[in-house]
């Protein structure tokens, strides 16, 4: 691409103190990742690898330890006061839960008005004429902004949710697992809506989610982490099509078939073991203790991020080998 990112991570590390006695948890661990204007982005991988821990050191909800968040090429932990609060406003972030990210003794106009306010728009009849557009952006009708979030079904408070962090002109939104707690009937629907807003509005989205079809429906690239650092990178087809970390491989090979033949047919569960102790993770590659293509040299130090192609780069000794097919985490767990 061309274009000068709107958002760029750079080397970002986040631990926090673990209940055991000078031991932390590396949740995010020398992560660097960018993000264009008007583009969706992926983050995947299993629960307890640190993407939400990414996100929310993105936007400040957790404070990072080390590394920088570049908004438009400014360094947000240069900012302070009115600067930070402004630039804060360009990074907005849609939780998982619509039940607990909205206050239910709030009407819907009340969370919309409120995030109107903060961002300075002070005449109230400028502010209803703006709640009605942001209603209108996400597909709800005037009428609901006299009702209570509490009245809402999931879905619909998943939009009310969207509507107010677009209510402050963001330039990025994280989406945490924006639509893990909807039913599977208005997934679709929500994701429509996040593929629009991208369009129209030209806002760039980081997608955390658990579900590889979706991401890989709406995502243009895709990161895979694992265990606090990301192993795999690039063109979301390309990765799909060509995953070359086993770690990346496994992840998506262990996702649900639409067809229950095919998958009455796996020999068993695809990932082996769990995720190591973020307290104590392994020497070196970090998916060694699971990964059935790991040799000796694995344990001796982190694996250079290898190029494969343009924008694709995987994490591991064997990457060129995996990416040409000459060798597979998969057939050598099956044998």
Known sequence: MNLSPVLKVENLQTRFKSVQRG??????????????????????????????????????????????????????????GAALRKSRRAL???????????????????????????????????????????????GLVSVVKDRHTRELSGGQRQRV?????????????????PVSALDLSIR?????????????????????????????????RTYVMYLGKIVEHGPSQELYDHPSHPYAQMLLASAPEVDPRIEKSRRGPLMIGEIPSPTNPPSGCRFRTRCPLAVDACAQALPPAISLSADHDASCLLAAELHRGSRSA????AA
């Not at 998969?330 to 767990?333: D, G, H, K, M, V």
């Open 23 to 80: 031991k932390f948890v590396h949740a995010v661990d020398d992560v660097s990742i960018e993000l264009f204007p008007g583009e969706i982005v992926g983050l995947v991988g299993e629960s307890g690898c640190g993407k939400s821990t990414l996100g929310r050191s993105i936007v400040g909800l957790e404070k990072a330890t080390a590394g920088r968040v570049l908004l438009d090429g400014v360094d947000l932990s240069t900012l302070s």
């Open 92 to 138: 907005q972030y849609v939780f998982q839960d619509p039940y607990s990210s909205l206050n239910d003794r709030q009407t819907v106009g009340e969370a919309i008005d409120e995030a109107l306010i903060i961002d300075g728009l002070r005449d109230p009849t400028a502010r209803e004429r703006r709640t009605k557009e942001l209603l209108d952006q996400v």
């Open 161 to 177: 949710a969207i509507a107010r962090s677009l209510a402050v002109n963001p330039r990025v939104l994280i989406c945490d697992e």
């Open 188 to 220: 679709a629907q929500v994701m429509n809506l996040f593929l629009r807003l991208q369009k129209d509005l030209g806002v760039a989205c980081l997608f955390i989610a658990h579900d590889l079809a979706l991401v890989r429906q709406a995502a243009s």
């Open 330 to 333: 998969l057939a050598i767990q």
